[in-house]
């Protein structure tokens, strides 16, 4: 556990409630639970990782009536809250800086001594902060993408966002000859967000841009250390 080593043992600890960022919960002092052995397991292997909160459950039935019975037999009043935070975000945060060769924020946790620290290319993308509300999903993503190529002192001339994604992924990947990771968060949240049917037609017009955009990672397996998405 991280966090604790760096506040006064009388002091009610920090937990990090609402902190998704790894490099904020680590700097500021608040504790962290280290997981950092699965976060090895899965940098180590690469590969394609989804990682999805489950949303329904109505197709299979799992026989749990013995606490239906409990309940109705007590009576009582009950508050049944569904989990929101499943820690995908964090995660992501994580995988972010350990490929970024951040090496000191992992001071004390299991991969400190595991991992040979570099800096690889990563493309990081959370569909929850990338303004699709604002304008079309396709000029938020292509924007998004141009902003990252920037980062990394890139100019591409794609038009559209899956050809600017594939570009990205062979540039990064000629510049540093090394593989690229990618790191996505909320992959489907501009179609979720539209499912209202008033606006269903806005979620079948993002869905066929975000379909285009993902195809791109078909073909680039060659460039790709580590593919990990979240939903």
Same mark, same amino acid.
């Given at each position: 556990?991280?966090?604790?080593?760096?506040?006064?043992?009388?002091?009610? @600890?920090? !937990? @990090?409630?609402?902190?998704?960022? =790894?490099?904020?919960?680590?700097?500021?002092?608040?504790?962290?639970?280290?997981?950092?052995?699965? /976060?090895?397991?899965? %940098?180590?292997?690469?590969? $394609? $990782? =989804?990682?999805?909160? +489950?949303?329904?459950?109505?197709?299979? $039935?799992?026989?749990?009536?013995?606490? /239906?019975?409990?309940?109705?037999?007590?009576?009582? !009043?009950?508050?049944?809250?569904? +989990?929101?935070?499943?820690?995908?975000?964090?995660?992501?945060?994580?995988?972010?800086?350990?490929?970024?060769?951040?090496?000191?924020?992992?001071?004390?946790?299991?991969?400190? #001594?595991?991992?040979?620290?570099?800096?690889?290319?990563?493309?990081?993308?959370?569909?929850?902060?990338?303004?699709?509300?604002?304008?079309?999903? &396709?000029?938020?993503?292509?924007?998004?993408? &141009?902003?990252?190529?920037?980062?990394?002192?890139?100019?591409?001339?794609?038009?559209?966002?899956?050809?600017?994604?594939? %570009?990205?992924?062979?540039?990064? $990947?000629?510049?540093?000859?090394?593989?690229?990771?990618?790191?996505?968060?909320?992959? #489907?949240?501009?179609?979720? &967000?539209?499912?209202? %049917?008033?606006?269903?037609?806005?979620?079948?017009?993002?869905?066929?841009?975000?379909?285009?955009?993902?195809? /791109?990672?078909? &073909? %680039?397996?060659?460039?790709?250390?580590?593919?990990?998405?979240?939903?």
């Amino acid at each position: 556990m991280r966090g604790t080593d760096r506040m006064d043992t009388a002091q009610t @600890p920090k !937990y @990090p409630i609402g902190h998704q960022d =790894f490099k904020k919960i680590i700097t500021e002092g608040f504790v962290y639970v280290d997981k950092t052995r699965y /976060v090895h397991k899965l %940098a180590e292997r690469g590969g $394609y $990782y =989804f990682l999805s909160r +489950p949303r329904r459950f109505g197709f299979v $039935y799992v026989d749990k009536t013995r606490y /239906v019975h409990k309940l109705a037999e007590r009576g009582g !009043y009950y508050f049944l809250s569904r +989990p929101r935070r499943f820690g995908k975000s964090l995660l992501i945060s994580t995988l972010y800086h350990l490929f970024k060769g951040e090496q000191a924020l992992f001071d004390g946790l299991y991969i400190r #001594d595991q991992w040979t620290f570099q800096e690889y290319p990563v493309i990081r993308i959370s569909f929850s902060e990338i303004g699709y509300r604002e304008m079309p999903l &396709d000029q938020a993503l292509q924007q998004t993408l &141009d902003g990252i190529a920037t980062h990394y002192g890139l100019t591409l001339k794609a038009e559209t966002p899956s050809l600017t994604f594939k %570009a990205l992924i062979r540039a990064l $990947y000629e510049q540093y000859q090394q593989q690229v990771v990618i790191l996505i968060d909320e992959y #489907d949240k501009p179609i979720i &967000d539209y499912l209202d %049917a008033e606006q269903l037609h806005q979620a079948k017009e993002n869905r066929d841009i975000l379909k285009s955009f993902y195809s /791109v990672i078909k &073909d %680039a397996d060659a460039y790709l250390k580590l593919f990990f998405i979240t939903g």
